[in-house]
């Protein structure tokens, strides 16, 4: 049974940095690419950014590239996110999600995790 | 930068079939995911690739894809499948979701 665990999240301040993480089990960690969506409180879904069950391919939605970072260590089984410059419009649940196959691009996220809550406040 | 349009709400009567719609420009020649999230839940994809069904998921929830727009049927709705639906595509290297459905079981 797939299994997706995050953490990380926290209370930071508006400039700040965090790091989440997610930790895989249940799949072959490095034959599925990966994503990171947020939702911010009481809105939708918004795609963060993705990575390729390789890590050879990587994705970033233009509200946050410049500023995160994703990656991936398959001898953890575990998907990382490096967030910084935060601003309060950053602040939302953040979930990572397994894709369907090794490839980002069109595959359907189909495991999600529960998220964890990124708070950016003064 | 492309977009997903979804209607805000759906109602349905408790048994009957609810269609919730989304709308984008050449939707047809696009895999469209659709994604159910419970209350307080995280989502769960209910469709993928426009009319496939995860292992899991009840022959209940079906879907179209033609056009401009995409449609997931939920016959014989329950209580239980009251949720926020969401659509979703790729285009041009970004993942883009609908800003979500809110179906409502009467």
């Known amino acids: 049974e797939v299994h997706l665990v995050e953490s990380g999240g926290d209370l930071v301040q508006p400039g700040g940095s965090l790091r989440l993480s997610c930790a895989a089990s249940?799949?072959?960690?490095?034959?599925?690419?990966m994503s990171w969506v947020r939702q911010a409180p009481g809105k939708g879904l918004e795609w963060v950014s993705a990575?390729?069950?390789?890590?050879?391919?990587?994705y970033y939605a233009d509200s946050v590239k410049g500023r995160f970072t994703i990656s991936r260590d398959s001898s953890k089984n575990t998907l990382y996110l490096q967030m910084r410059t935060l601003s309060p419009a950053d602040t939302a649940i953040y979930y990572c999600?397994?894709?369907?196959?090794?490839?980002?691009?069109?595959?359907?996220?189909?495991?999600w995790g529960r998220g964890t809550l990124v708070t950016v406040s003064s | 930068s492309y977009e997903l349009t979804q209607p805000l709400s759906v109602s349905v009567a408790l048994g009957q079939t609810a269609r919730i719609t989304c709308g984008g420009t050449n939707l047809g020649i696009k895999n469209v995911h659709w994604y159910q999230q419970r209350p307080g839940q995280a989502p769960v994809l209910v469709i993928y690739?426009?009319?496939s069904r995860p292992s899991g998921i009840p022959e209940r929830f079906s879907g179209f894809n033609s056009g401009d727009t995409a449609t997931l049927t939920i016959s014989g709705a329950q209580a239980g499948d009251e949720a926020d639906y969401y659509c979703?595509?790729?285009?041009?290297?970004?993942?883009?979701f609908g800003g979500g459905t809110k179906l409502t079981v009467l």
């Open positions: 249940g799949f072959t960690f490095s034959s599925y690419a």
């Open positions: 979703q595509v790729w285009d041009s290297g970004s993942a883009v």
């Open positions: 999600a397994k894709q369907w196959s090794a490839v980002v691009v069109p595959a359907a996220m189909s495991s």
């Open positions: 990575i390729s069950g390789r890590g050879e391919s990587i």
């Open positions: 690739r426009d009319s």
